[in-house]
């Protein structure tokens, strides 16, 4: 049953996102915020394809425990690529309140993100094997969680400030998404690992889908 439900999710979960990410890029017209979006969008795609392809493939064929070279490979991936996807996101709270870069707080947010890759780099992540290090998963989890608050702090600020109720949601998801980044660092069970990665990803493609409504909304608006 998992051979068969698994594969069809996730091609679903993913062909989806990048049809909304395409129509937010092409669709922007000139408008960087939600072609910024569109980028969010392919940058989620690539974070969890890049884990859930080699995962499937172990699905299909011999399973987990044979295939954890590929899996680990795709574990590393995807913790590299997941903070890059929190940089464009910090991309799109200084687009939608057009701030202009702040230099300690951009530099901040900048060598945190490097400490982060860093950390997902060294060999004591065990990535190659069936569960991952607790430990380690804490300790590279330290970097991103003080990005997620700085952003969820600022976010939440200018959407009080301007009234922003999709920005206000947006931040409500952004907090989700950055205490679940780590499900490893709550639980080693695999039952709950998955449930934790589910709730992140609905909070992540819910980001989506606030920028894809707004300019949805005014795409139409612009027809009249």
Known sequence: MQKIIEPIVFIIYLTLILITSRYMIIESLGNTLYKTFGVFGLTLALTDGIYIIPRMYAVLTTGLEDNLRILGWG????????????????????????????????????????????????????????????????????????????????????????????????GIAAAISILLLEPLVYSRSSIIITILTIIRTIALVAILLIGYRELRDINVLSRY
């Open 75 to 170: 574990r590393l991936g995807n913790s590299i690529i997941v903070t890059i996807l929190f940089l464009v996101l910090y991309d799109i709270y200084n687009l939608r309140y057009s701030k202009r870069k702040k230099r300690d707080l951009d530099k901040t947010i900048y060598i945190l993100s490097g400490i982060r890759v860093f950390l997902c780099l060294l060999p004591g992540n065990k990535y190659f094997e069936l569960i991952p290090n607790h430990k380690y998963a804490i300790i590279r989890f330290i970097p991103i969680l003080i990005i997620g608050l700085l952003l969820i702090l600022v976010i939440f600020v200018h959407s009080k400030k301007y009234r922003d109720k999709s920005f206000m949601l947006l």
